[in-house]
């Protein structure tokens, strides 16, 4: 590891497992934007965690299980219609079977490389695009698929750009990010600064960030 051969790395990171790795934890709040800016804790990782008399840090309040994100007690019913895939075999898909049920928040995941895009972006998308739109499109070999007659359209969003820039995104892209921005106007310190929905734009010096330009990253 980098560290192991004498190199200090210095990670501003959110993800869980990243910070229970780390040997020392500085901790910025107590809240976010102008109630922010503040140090609220910072010490060697291991014994932050083990004090559990620790106040002032939403982040430890949370590692420590001292707070929680509840988990829903119901889940959506859905349609209670599926598709069925049955023997995708694309690329290092090993004749996978697939039952996606519809009207419900699905997750497909897994490792890198795993399989994920080859079963869903190359096999099943392009067997609806198919179906639905009467594409060309050529999805990885399968043996079968049902269900299709409960899908009357499909949009498929991926990393890259679906606007006329890199700023895009699908708030931009379906229209509601208009929305968005005429109600960042109606807001008391807009409307007492002048700024109309213009200044709410990626794509304007002075309504975006200007540290990434309005990229949401720095490279």
């Known amino acids: 590891m980098l560290r192991d051969l004498d190199n200090t790395i210095i990670v501003v990171e959110h993800d869980k497992e990243t910070i229970e790795s780390s040997d020392y934890l500085i901790d910025f ?13 910072m010490g060697e990782t291991a014994k932050l965690f083990k004090d559990k008399n620790f106040q002032g840090s939403l982040t430890l309040d949370y590692l420590q299980h001292r707070r929680f994100v509840s988990i829903p007690k119901t889940r959506r019913e859905g349609s209670g219609q599926q598709i069925t895939l049955r023997g995708a075999r ?12 519809l009207g419900k928040f699905v997750a497909i995941t897994g490792v890198s490389g795993s399989g994920k895009s080859s079963l869903i972006n190359e096999t099943l998308v392009k067997i609806l695009m198919i179906d639905i739109y009467k594409t060309k ?12 007659k409960f899908v009357d359209k499909v949009i498929e969003v991926d990393q890259s750009p679906i606007g006329r820039t890199p700023r895009s995104n699908p708030a931009t892209y379906t229209g509601l990010f208009t929305y968005i921005r005429d109600l960042f106007t109606q807001l008391p310190e807009s409307k007492m600064r002048g700024y109309a929905p213009g200044r709410f734009s990626f794509n304007v010096t002075g309504g975006r960030c200007e540290a990434c330009g309005g990229d949401g990253l720095k490279n």
């Open 29 to 41: 709040g107590p809240a976010a934007g102008e109630h922010g800016g503040m140090v609220v804790a």
């Open 90 to 101: 694309g690329n290092n898909l090993k004749s996978v079977d697939l039952n996606l049920p």
């Open 137 to 148: 499109d050529v999805p990885l070999p399968y043996d079968s698929v049902d269900g299709l």
